[in-house]
């Protein structure tokens, strides 16, 4: 048995999973998922606790642990398979100098026998001998410095372990996930698998026949949004989902001949031709000259032998263990900067980078939601002192001499003039109890080393906004949050509702016993609609008329456009007996007996997801290195561009100061789609659209000109042409110098992505400063792929399920250590810090 709870990700094994897939997946993972689980969906609980010989109350036993695993396997996705050492070895024997090695040891031999009969040297077939013991030699040593690398990878990918929640022997239990129902308004998202953000409301009973499309299923990459759970374990390792979709992403996918290896050919081909020029300068000086007249000068023999030794001489062949070498010495020293390289040869890759399409949550951010500005009345604002949300609680403790919450309060809000105590403290107050978030003991793997060690520790667990709120109150302004609610105990609560966008908490108070308070939490729009009257700033309750509303409407927007999200408070009082008569008779309404209107209006959170603080440096950092950042994210137009702001993505210095451009597509009465471009909202011209890009993962294997599958011989010739020359333009327009950025910003949504023809990827991927917002998965991987048929090194971050492809593809693919196990399997380096200067 596992549980789940709002927010945190479900373990890494399948339990009863859901619907919502791409009907193209679908179709090619359907068929297996339903032969291996035997339709597990359409079966009843008892029928699913006897066949998997657990039950709901005490779940698995102990002793049952080792025979399952023993039968089912680890859970775990099968590792790719291990390198055949032996063939390592052959590998490195005919690859690189070590070619020219062997024609020179042939030659060596050939010098002593047939060549130097009838006397033939002994020092010929020495030579030979020493010559075939180098290249074993050397063979061994490239062979160990590739297995010593290997081996290094290998084993920092052990220190990823993730931790699920079971219940063995009838006690919860946080345990390693490969070491190993109920239902209560429980809605998923499945986003990193599907890429559809909209939440599904689970269920305990078959809804579909077809196993993809019931809401009896669970992922186990699915994030829980709402309500809580109890799932039975149908499948773990490669029979869950993820396991089935990870084979979809195998196989070669991005360009594997990375810089380094081109660089390294290129030294091997001019050596190689070096060797050749001078060996054959030999022969011509030894046949037209030394032959002719100076026959007992050089022999034939000796001039072979000559000839070797220059071969030897010319070729570097401890080139290939140095470079493998020093290549883990640099490995080692990025994962001391929380960067795991999962090979070697792709560290080269990070000096040709020349654009970074990066995501915004968790990378450019703090991935913690912040409470930065109380607002209430018509124009009351508090700021709040800066904050850290991911610190444990340990440090969230008040200090002796704050325990009195209204003495916090005064001190604060002395701060700020004309600031009203009794609002301060209603809002403060509706933190504290209309708030699931609590402070929970749990496991964290601690990284040192090239070990990982399993620590326990104090923090806050809840949503995200919860989890923000809790932290101003308990931090910020140091209130003793488990006090607090002790002394004001909740006696009801309806949980947060996607549907509605609020949460409702009835609290008996410690200074009114007879008086039961309503608090109501959520968005904005959806909040301030139930409330008749609001509270002024002098504590005056006053009727909430349409220009008020107005008025906390237009305060609300200025802040969103700022990139802030907006939680508003309302309250409601009522007598404790007059509360249980409501509840009783509206027990069944939508609202599970809370009142739905005539609350009072109390003030507002502004809350924002903080960028890191040394992203902005290290965006500035890596355009002084010649290196564009684009932003490529999920989230509003308005969001991205404020972060974008703040981190040096638009920067003050080209598009604050010069402008950003933008653009409108619009269809005319024959269908055919105009754009036009504006900057600084002023009209550059009209396009109409031509043929619009599709998305193509054969593109290496076309041309871009007329979409025509390329011969064999030309993808050989392409293919050799790929191990020299450096990846150029695929673009129809080869006119367009991708140096010649144009100094403005854009920002680009998802939506005006799919009306993009050539014309206008090129307009848009030739500013400096670039901004996609609103984007699918599928659209960042047409972003990378558009960047590189312009010749651009492409380095991506991400850490969905549907990241993969983007990651795979790009040239050098950057998963987060919080993502998940396919992003990180796809990628080429682990951010184990999950943070963007971490890149630079």
Known sequence: MANSRSQDPLPAISISTDHVIETSLAERIEPTIE???DNFHMWSRDDLFLRFQTNQTTGLLIDQILQFEKQYGENKLTPPKKPNYI?????????????????????????????????PQIANLALGILLCLIIFLNGILDSYQVIKSIKIVASFAKLLPTLTTVRRDGVEQQIIAETRSSCDGLKVNNANLTGESKAVSCTTECTHTIMLESKNIVYCSSMVEQGTGEGLVIATGDQTMIGRMSKLTQGNGGDEVTGLHREFNRFLLFVCVGTVIAVAI???????????????????????????????????????????????????????????????QIVE??????????????????NQMTVTHLLWD???????????????????????????????????????????????????????????????????????????DMVRETKIVGDAADTALYNMCSRACQIDMIETRSKNRRLQVLPFNSNMKLMISANKLENSPSMVLILMKGAPDYVIQRCSTYKTNQGDVELLTNEIRQMIVKRQEIFGKDGYRLIALCQRSLGENEFNEYVNENHSDHLHGFPSDNYTFIGLYALIDPPRDEVPDAVLKARHAGIRVAMVTGDHPTTARSIANQVNILSSEISLNNGIDTFQSTKDQSGKIIVDLY??????????????????????????????????????????KNNFSDPTSGNANEGVNRMNYVPYGVVVTGREIENMDDYMWDWVLLHQEIVFARTSPEQKLSIVTEFQRRGEVVAVTGDGTNDALPLKYAHLGVAMQSGTDISKDAGDMILLDNNFSSII
């Open 282 to 344: 030999l022969w011509i000086t030894w046949g037209a000259w030394l032959q002719r007249d100076h026959p007992t000068f050089v022999t034939y023999n000796n001039n072979i032998v000559n000839s070797v030794g220059m071969i030897v001489a010319f070729l570097p062949v401890g080139l290939p263990s140095c470079v493998t070498f020093v290549l883990t010495i640099v490995a080692k020293r990025m994962y001391r900067q929380k960067v795991l390289v999962k090979s070697l």
């Open 378 to 452: 018509l124009d009351k604002t508090l700021a709040l002192p800066s904050i850290h949300s991911n610190e444990s609680s340990s440090s969230q403790q008040p200090n002796p001499s704050d325990r009195n919450t209204l003495e916090m309060i005064e001190r604060r809000a002395s701060r700020t003039t004309n600031v009203s105590i009794d609002v301060i403290h209603d809002l403060l107050l509706g933190a504290c109890l209309c708030n699931n978030a609590e402070v929970q003991l749990v496991a964290n793997v601690e990284l040192g080393g090239n070990t990982a």
């Open 679 to 720: 900057r600084n909202d002023n009209l550059l011209e009209k396009h109409e659209v031509a043929h619009i890009t599709k998305l193509d993962l054969d593109i290496r294997e076309r041309n871009h000109s007329d979409g025509k599958k390329l011969s064999w011989y030309k993808r050989m010739i392409g293919a050799c």
């Open 35 to 37: 032969s291996a689980n």
């Open 87 to 119: 063939w390592i070895f052959l590998s490195q024997l005919l690859t690189g100098f070590n070619i020219f090695l062997w024609i020179a040891a042939i030659f060596a031999f050939l010098a002593w026998k047939p060549f130097g009969e009838p006397d």
């Open 349 to 366: 890759t990070f000096n040709s980078v020349s654009v970074i399409a990066t995501d915004k949550t968790g990378t450019l951010t703090q």
